[in-house]
Nanobody
Framework: QVQLVESGGGLVQAGGSLRLSCAAS????????MGWYRQAPGKQRELVTS???????KYEDSVKGRFTISRDNAKNTVYLQMNNLKPDDTAVYYC???????????????WGQGTQVTVSS
């Protein structure tokens, strides 16, 4: 079992930046990939970005060039640096862990509790 704890959400003006962190504990040896999802009010949860243990990354088109995912394997922590934030980025952001396929299919074995990101115009 893997436990994920997120931090770093908050309120920011459009054009601003935030960095989210997700610390993993427990059976971390089973984690091959981690990802960030988000869910805006009235919308389905969507995969924003993911990263494998080896460092390969994927991004949803709307965040390319603005968001950067990274991981510190020594600290068992994954980060999401979000720059040039837009009101459409407002959502609850969830950290997730599993295999690359699980992350891609939206069925990771572990979820964080979520952290609210609100971007004002």
């Amino acid at each position: 079992q893997v436990q994920l704890v997120e931090s770093g959400g908050g309120l920011v003006q459009a054009g601003g930046s935030l960095r989210l962190s997700c610390a993993a504990s427990g059976s971390i040896v089973s984690i091959n990939a981690m990802g960030w999802y988000r869910q805006a009010p009235g919308k389905q949860r969507e995969l924003v970005t993911s990263i494998t243990r080896g460092g390969s990354t994927k991004y949803e088109d709307s965040v390319k060039g603005r968001f950067t995912i990274s991981r510190d394997n020594a600290k068992n922590t994954v980060y999401l640096q979000m720059n040039n934030l837009k009101p459409d980025d407002t959502a609850v952001y969830y950290c997730a862990a599993g295999t690359p396929i699980e992350i891609l299919l939206g069925a990771p074995r572990s979820w964080g509790q979520g952290t609210q990101v609100t971007v004002s115009s």
